[in-house]
């Protein structure tokens, strides 16, 4: 992903700093804390959208009920999701940005702003990028004007390097059901290329 090579000191440098960043203190209701997971020579990204209550609480990724049918779809162990070689985890707002009307308040745009290029720089081995949800879809694919459902459905033009997937969210299952194609083509797909990867 990266043709510029960095220090091994210079990475964590930046890893400290992303982690003592305040940018948005000021708007975030449960203050700074910034949750990720970082590993230069991870094979696969994924990218969410914000932690919430739960990973900011615990400082872990996913560690909610979503995290768990995501971890099902990608066919892998807590063991395999946590472990910095195999998943960098680099959701589109380090910091949990509060409730709204309907869920949780989108990514505050500073985040990415300042840190994301930073560090996807860094990244050395992405084989696969996992784009969760529609914020991630946004930034990455730079693709407003199409829905996150047209852009899961044509998932193979994007093969084998990019997959758009909703958000594992429980609030999701019915969107699910109403789209059946995303766990019986999407997720069995993306299952096996996780394998393979890690196999490798």
């Given at each position: 992903?990266?043709?510029?090579?960095?220090?091994?000191?210079?990475?964590?440098?930046?890893?400290?700093?992303?982690?003592?960043?305040?940018?948005?203190?000021?708007?975030?209701?449960?203050g700074p804390k910034p949750v990720f997971q970082f590993?230069?020579?991870?094979?696969?990204?994924?990218?969410?959208?914000?932690?919430?209550?739960?990973?900011?609480n615990s400082g872990i990724p996913f560690s909610d009920?979503?995290?768990?049918?995501?971890?099902?779809?990608?066919?892998?162990?807590?063991?395999?999701?946590?472990?910095?070689?195999?998943?960098?985890l680099l959701p589109m707002g380090f910091c949990y940005?509060?409730?709204?009307?309907?869920?949780?308040?989108?990514?505050?745009?500073?985040?990415?702003?300042?840190?994301?290029?930073?560090?996807?720089?860094?990244?050395?081995?992405?084989?696969?990028?996992?784009?969760?949800?529609?914020?991630?879809?946004?930034?990455?694919?730079?693709?407003?004007?199409?829905?996150?459902?047209?852009?899961?459905?044509?998932?193979?033009?994007?093969?084998?390097?990019?997959?758009?997937?909703?958000?594992?969210?429980?609030?999701?299952?019915?969107?699910?059901?109403?789209?059946?194609?995303?766990?019986?083509?999407?997720?069995?797909?993306?299952?096996?290329?996780?394998?393979?990867?890690?196999?490798?």
């Open positions: 992903m990266a043709s510029k090579a960095y220090s091994q000191n210079s990475t964590q440098a930046l890893l400290r700093r992303v982690r003592a960043c305040d940018l948005c203190a000021d708007h975030l209701p449960l590993g230069v020579s991870a094979p696969i990204l994924l990218v969410g959208q914000a932690p919430g209550t739960a990973a900011h009920p979503s995290g768990e049918r995501l971890r099902r779809w990608l066919g892998v162990t807590p063991q395999s999701f946590y472990n910095p070689s195999h998943f960098a940005p509060g409730k709204g009307s309907g869920g949780d308040l989108p990514p505050r745009s500073e985040c990415a702003l300042h840190w994301r290029h930073q560090l996807l720089a860094r990244l050395t081995n992405v084989q696969l990028t996992l784009l969760v949800g529609a914020h991630a879809v946004r930034w990455h694919l730079n693709k407003p004007r199409r829905s996150l459902s047209d852009l899961a459905r044509d998932w193979e033009s994007r093969w084998p390097h990019t997959v758009v997937l909703p958000h594992p969210s429980p609030r999701n299952t019915r969107w699910l059901q109403q789209r059946p194609w995303v766990e019986k083509d999407i997720v069995p797909a993306v299952r096996q290329r996780v394998a393979a990867l890690l196999a490798a």
